[in-house]
């Protein structure tokens, strides 16, 4: 019964909402993340983000709205990159996922948030934060328009897909612990055991004043260093792979993707 509605439900947006085609192709010309996709990828991808554009509020800061032209291309592509990291889950998966995500909100510059955190001593620090953006457990996904201009290649950084990592670590609790909900066929103790070996690396890197393979805000907190391995995962699939294997082939699994094999040939590491 329940799969019938929803084949009712799809047949009905379909016919209300035709799939715009030359929008979602102008949408992959625009980032090489979306271009570097196969044709079946690609359709999937597409029509999972024109649903999402329909069912989320994607929106401009009326001050960036005023002079930001934001057209249906823009909106695809922003929420291809939200969905591109579903991609691999079944339609029921993906929109569980997502059902903590109810606006993607883009602000004019980069902003400022006042953090109080306390030291390994107990003693409490305050300070102002500049970010390129937020989230949280049922808030809006805020990113700063620079930065999103700034994503959607394979530099290692896209602040979509940091946001929406933290999304998906709020899908079992109110704060981000780096920690997820998990597939049934992947080990919790596993997912455990591959992330503290790159915190671990990662702090005795930065106690040494070592320069990190991956940045070293990943070092910052657990949860930040889940968010900043999914944007080396999709977007330098090749450094996170070289510097730490195991936790490539973790979130392959996670993911049930392999970014490896869509980097343009430039972008590939040699065999």
């Known amino acids: 019964m329940l799969g019938r509605l929803r084949q009712w439900r799809e047949r009905r947006f379909a016919a209300r909402h035709p799939f715009p085609d030359a929008a979602w192709a102008e949408a992959r010309a625009r980032l090489p993340l979306l271009a570097a996709l196969s044709e079946s990828e ?20 009326p001050e960036l709205a005023a002079t930001t032209p934001f057209d249906l291309p823009a909106r695809l592509a ?31 510059e980069a902003f400022q948030r006042r953090v109080e955190e306390m030291d390994e001593v107990g003693v409490m620090h305050e300070y102002d934060d500049e970010r390129a953006g937020e989230t949280s457990y049922q808030g809006p996904v805020v990113v ?5 201009m700034e994503s ?31 597939p049934r066929d ?5 997912w ?10 990662l702090q005795a890197r930065l106690t040494r004043g ?25 977007t330098a699939p090749d450094t996170l792979s070289q510097a730490y294997p195991g936790l490539y082939g973790l979130l392959r699994d996670y993911f049930r993707q392999d970014p490896l094999a869509r980097l343009p040939r430039s972008e590939a590491p040699s065999p």
């Open 42 to 61: 690609a359709e999937l991808l597409g029509r999972r983000a024109w649903h999402f554009a329909h069912h989320k509020r994607l929106s401009l800061h």
């Open 78 to 108: 922003l929420a291809a990159q939200t969905c591109l990291l579903t991609l691999g889950w079944s339609q029921a998966e993906h929109r569980g996922a997502f059902a903590n995500v109810h606006e993607i909100l883009v602000l004019p």
């Open 144 to 148: 700063a328009y620079p930065d999103l």
């Open 152 to 182: 959607g290649d394979f530099s290692g950084f896209n602040v979509l897909i940091h946001e929406l990592a933290h999304k998906l670590d709020l899908g079992n609790s109110q704060d981000v612990d780096g920690f997820p909900p998990l």
């Open 186 to 190: 992947i080990d919790p103790k596993a």
């Open 192 to 201: 455990h055991r591959e992330f503290t070996a790159v915190w671990d690396d």
């Open 210 to 234: 070592e320069a990190t393979p991956i940045d070293d805000y990943a070092g910052s907190h657990p949860g930040e260093c889940f968010a900043v391995c999914c944007e080396y995962f999709f």
